[in-house]
């Protein structure tokens, strides 16, 4: 059985990459990860046992729905999991927690467009009426989930099986991810997630979300944050300096965070194939 993981920025899977990476010093094993052609925009990977394949797929929809595309259609996985970070919604989420998405939700527009109304199909009070915005939500694949969630307990990994919510735009005021969480009943946000279950759905093949929290729902992320470019890697190291030297304390706290959320997936996935759940690491 072969596993693909997708996550929309290298910072995500770095660990994992650099816990296969290979040293001069030591032997080549079949754990080691090598870069693959990938679409424009995206970068994809592959252990040499050909196990598991890894594709960043860039932040937001269309980077998303794009990489999505190539990857079932040239790797073709028995199963995908959806890696990445997310902020929290709920005061019950530290960083470095795990979110298991039991269901996702989306929902489209900016922050302005948003209300609660939007997770009903029709708008009661209006006689109804169709409402303006759209709303839609995918279930997790429930094997999958039972798996996972059977191996973090094992190992004793904090973590919380719960709704995610998939927005347009980054949510970075800590206001808005606790009327988030309040509002439409989830515990993380993010940009990607729902497009990743919703193409991996479309071909019929099982899907599974986790988001470790890269920040609390009474934290705000600095502005630096939502000015880094959508792509899986490159062009951040300039600004991240920048911005770093005028707000040192900011920049620590967020980079430390960012270690502790890229720490907890890689403990996950250390869980995970040391354990052989999705039979990785073995040949058909």
Same mark, same amino acid.
């Given at each position: ?51 598991? /394949?890894?594709? @960043? =797929? ?5 980077? *998303?729905?794009?990489?999505?595309? !190539? +990857?079932? #259609? $040239? ?86 099986? /719960?709704?995610? @919510? =998939? ?5 970075? *005021?800590?206001?808005?991810?606790? !009327? +988030?969480? #309040? $509002? ?23 899907c599974l979300s986790v988001r470790a929290i890269v920040y609390g729902v009474d934290e ?65």
């Amino acid at each position: 059985m072969s596993l693909a993981l997708v996550a929309s920025r290298r910072e995500e899977l770095a660990t994992v990459l650099s816990r296969g990476a290979w040293r001069p010093w030591r032997q080549r094993s079949e754990g080691v990860w090598r870069q693959r052609r990938a679409p424009e925009g995206a970068l994809a990977y592959q252990r040499r046992d050909h196990s598991v /394949s890894m594709i @960043l =797929t860039g932040a937001g929809r269309a980077q *998303t729905e794009k990489a999505m595309a !190539w +990857l079932l #259609e $040239t790797e073709r996985p028995d199963s995908i999991l959806s890696l990445g970070f997310a902020g929290a919604c709920t005061p019950n989420l530290d960083i470095g927690d795990l979110v298991l998405a039991t269901r996702l939700n989306h929902i489209e527009g900016s922050p302005f467009d948003w209300d609660p109304e939007s997770l009903n199909p029709t708008d009661l009070q209006s006689g109804g009426s169709q409402l303006d915005v759209t709303h839609e939500e995918i279930l997790a694949d429930a094997k999958m989930l039972d798996i996972v969630r059977g191996a973090v307990e094992i190992n004793g990994i904090d973590f919380m099986p /719960s709704p995610t @919510l =998939t927005v347009n735009s980054l949510v970075r *005021t800590s206001g808005l991810s606790e !009327w +988030l969480g #309040e $509002t439409y009943g989830v515990s993380a946000v993010d940009r990607e997630s729902y497009w990743v279950a919703a193409a991996a759905g479309r071909a019929g093949v099982p899907c599974l979300s986790v988001r470790a929290i890269v920040y609390g729902v009474d934290e705000t992320l600095p502005g630096i944050a939502s000015r880094l470019p959508d792509t899986p890697s490159g062009g951040r190291l300039g600004p991240i300096f920048k911005y770093g030297v005028r707000h040192p304390r900011k920049m620590w706290r967020y980079m430390r965070a960012v270690r502790s959320a890229r720490n907890a997936v890689a403990t996950l996935m250390t869980v995970l194939t040391n354990s052989d759940i999705f039979n990785v690491g073995k040949n058909p």
